[in-house]
């Protein structure tokens, strides 16, 4: 491990991020970006036929089941000691986007927000983390976080985050990973060149999922994941849609009972 639990937690509590270099094999960041410029092909075609185009440029959702290299980082499982330590045991995938950063665009990333609308403190319902697939820089519009501000609940004003918010700078194959409750932007580039990302979010599993990845990927796939694979993709927290599916012994529930 990279950096103690005890510090990450440390770090967690008082800025509400953590930088941690280098996790991420260079081959499979190198895939990873070639499969989201494909995913980018697809999910753009969809944003633009359901005419939300202008605010979503350069940006992707749901990479479960759009390229092999997504699942596979999943279940390397880079970070799961400081996820498990943080949310003080189980925990689900709650969404797997991307940012494709490039100059002259904006969309809604860019503006000063959070990832979770029910602010609650110092309790973890939500974790954000991004995936450095480029390296993060000042000119390419590296991430801007406003360290502490998991603890403020009102959003602060434009001209005090942007004094006060760092640009969080790392080479590609980075993780950082932040507390949903930080106010943060995506920084604006002025590179010529793209700095993407992928950004997986996970939440406690009562939180609902934003996207159902066992319907995507398909209830039956299930046996051919490790047991924490198909606890992070959620199979232990599924809604059962039938009173068949619904009456069965714990080892067949949908929903375990060990999920919070
Ligand atoms: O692309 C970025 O730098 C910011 C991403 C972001 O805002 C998010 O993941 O919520």
């Known amino acids: 491990m990279t950096m103690e639990l005890k510090q990450f937690s440390r770090r967690m509590k008082e800025k509400g991020w953590v930088l941690l270099q280098g996790l ?7 895939r990873m970006t070639i499969d989201l410029e494909a995913a980018y092909l697809h ?3 969809i944003q633009e036929l359901n005419g939300i185009a202008g ?6 959702h749901h990479l479960i089941g759009q390229g092999a290299s997504f699942l596979e980082y999943l279940d390397g499982h880079y970070i799961h000691p400081y996820l498990e330590q943080h949310f003080s045991g189980n925990y689900v995938l709650n969404s ?10 904006k969309n809604y990333a860019h503006n000063i927000h959070r990832d979770v609308r029910s602010y609650s403190r ?5 974790i954000n983390t991004l995936v450095m697939l480029d390296d993060f820089t000042e000119e390419n519009g590296a991430t801007l976080l406003l360290s502490g501000s998991h603890l403020l609940e009102e959003k602060p004003e434009e001209g005090y985050f942007s004094a006060y918010a760092e640009p969080i700078l790392g080479p590609a194959g980075s993780i950082l990973i932040f507390d949903s409750n ?3 932007a995506a920084g604006k580039s002025r590179s010529f ?3 993407r990302s992928v950004t997986p979010m996970y939440s406690r599993p009562f939180v609902k999922s934003q996207f159902d990845y066992p319907r995507v990927l398909g209830y039956e796939r299930g046996a051919e994941f490790s047991e924490l694979t198909r606890q992070v993709l959620g199979y232990n927290a599924r809604i059962p849609a039938s009173l068949d599916e619904w009456y069965q012994p714990p080892a067949k529930r949908m929903y375990k009972s060990n999920q919070g």
């Open 43 to 45: 999910c753009r075609a």
């Open 96 to 105: 797997f986007g991307a940012a494709l950063n490039k100059q002259q665009t």
């Open 122 to 126: 110092e309790f973890p319902l939500i």
């Open 24 to 30: 991420v094999p260079p081959n499979l960041i190198a």
């Open 182 to 184: 930080v106010w943060h």
């Open 193 to 195: 060149t793209n700095r």
């Open 55 to 60: 605010d979503t440029e350069n940006t992707v």
